[in-house]
Structure formats: structure tokens, C-alpha cells
Nanobody, 127 residues
Framework: QAQLVDSGGGLVQAGGSLRLSCAAS????????MAWFRQPPGTDREFVAA????????IYADSVKGRFNNSRDGTKDTVNLQMNALKPEDTAVYYC????????????????????WGKGTLVTVSA
């Protein structure tokens, strides 16, 4: 059974760093684009970053651009989100997600369009 397991969340002070990981298993994800979303307390889930399966093209939400880096390991079974210069407003539950293909920016930003989801990992940034 295909699944995504996201991990790496925790408590960090503002300005600090965390590295989230998403391990994929039970399916061949080589043609899947991988994305990260987050859900701050009391708000909707929002797009954070994505890595397209074709050519490993990356896109980011404006709020994290220049601070977060999304990468994929050589086997394409694990994606990592390196988060630097964290701010209190980055506090949220972070979810990794996968979409078969997912070739356009609009597709990969669409919460409702993902095929698989991790269960989420909590990131708390204190002031």
C-alpha cells in the first residue's frame, strides 16, 4: 500500500532551522511530483513548495522563497524540506503530498488535486 511518512517537525526558536523529510513507500513515485503544504492553527491548508518529477523543477510560495529548499534524493523515494530563518508565522502542521505527473504550477498548488498525503508533522517556531 502506497504511503508517505513525513517527519522532522519540532520546536525551534525564531531564526533557527529544521529539516523535514517525506519517505515514500509501497509504490513507484518516480513519476510523481512532490509537494509540501502546511496548515497553521485555525486556517486552511496552504501550498509551501513543490518539486516536479520532470527535471526536478522547484517552486515555492512567496512567503518561504529564499528560506526553504526542497530536494529529492537520488532514488526519488525521499524528499526533504530544509527550512531556514524560521519565523513564528511558519508555525503549522506540515504535510507532504504526491501527485502523479503534476506538470503545471497550478496543478501542484491545488490541495484537492493531490493523490497521496502524509499524516503531517508539527513545526512550532517560538518568538
Amino acid at each position: 500500500q502506497a504511503q508517505l511518512v513525513d517527519s522532522g517537525g519540532g520546536l525551534v526558536q525564531a531564526g533557527g532551522s529544521l529539516r523535514l523529510s517525506c519517505a515514500a513507500s509501497g509504490h513507484t513515485f518516480i513519476t510523481y511530483s512532490m509537494a509540501w503544504f502546511r496548515q497553521p492553527p485555525g486556517t486552511d491548508r496552504e501550498f509551501v513548495a513543490a518539486l516536479f518529477w520532470l527535471a526536478d523543477r522547484k517552486i515555492y510560495a512567496d512567503s518561504v522563497k529564499g528560506r526553504f529548499n526542497n530536494s529529492r534524493d537520488g532514488t526519488k523515494d525521499t524528499v526533504n524540506l530544509q527550512m531556514n530563518a524560521l519565523k513564528p508565522e511558519d508555525t503549522a502542521v506540515y504535510y507532504c503530498a504526491a501527485k502523479d505527473g503534476g506538470d503545471s504550477d497550478s496543478e501542484i498548488r491545488d490541495v484537492s488535486g493531490m493523490d497521496y498525503w502524509g499524516k503531517g508533522t508539527l513545526v512550532t517556531v517560538s518568538a
